[in-house]
């Protein structure tokens, strides 16, 4: 690809001009498509990841420096990246499932507790809303820790941190009972 192309699309996205994101996929989408088949060995979920990966750049193309990276690394390594993200949140809630259906956390009679019934979201509506956000959104709307990252548009740090952070003020509410109505909440 000439170099002249390769600056057209980076100063279009940079624009926000449609074009250049048509450019890009024209471009880089079968070698991007074919990096994201590569890792997940997949097909549905390697034209996930390249839409993902699309999403991605679209967002953060501000953040591209010509200085560190050709383009094509710096695309690669986003659909790399989220490639390897969406394989692990597989199979960890793969693992997940195989967990909750052999466990024995069922047998302990609280079945009947349900989130509502101790006021969980009452207690979180408490929170400072930065607590409140990462907590509705890994608890209660099934989101992995990386996937609230991007949806909430935060580092990941940020989310790890404040996921304590909150944790440790419903503590003091619950008492160490939190872990166990966490579990019964998340299966």
Known sequence: MSQLIEINIIKLLQERNEQGMSLLYEYYGDTLYGIALKVTKDEDLAKDVLQESL???WKKIHTYDPEKAKLFTWLLRITRNTAIDRVRSVSKKQNREIQAEVSDVYNLGVESIRPEHIDLQDHIA???DKYQIVLEALFFQGMTQQEASEALDMPLGTIKSRLKIGLRELKKVFGSA????LIIILH
Not at 178 to 181: A, M, R, T, V
């Open 126 to 128: 408490n929170l400072e």
């Open 178 to 181: 939190i872990s166990l109505l």
């Open 55 to 57: 999403i991605k750049i």
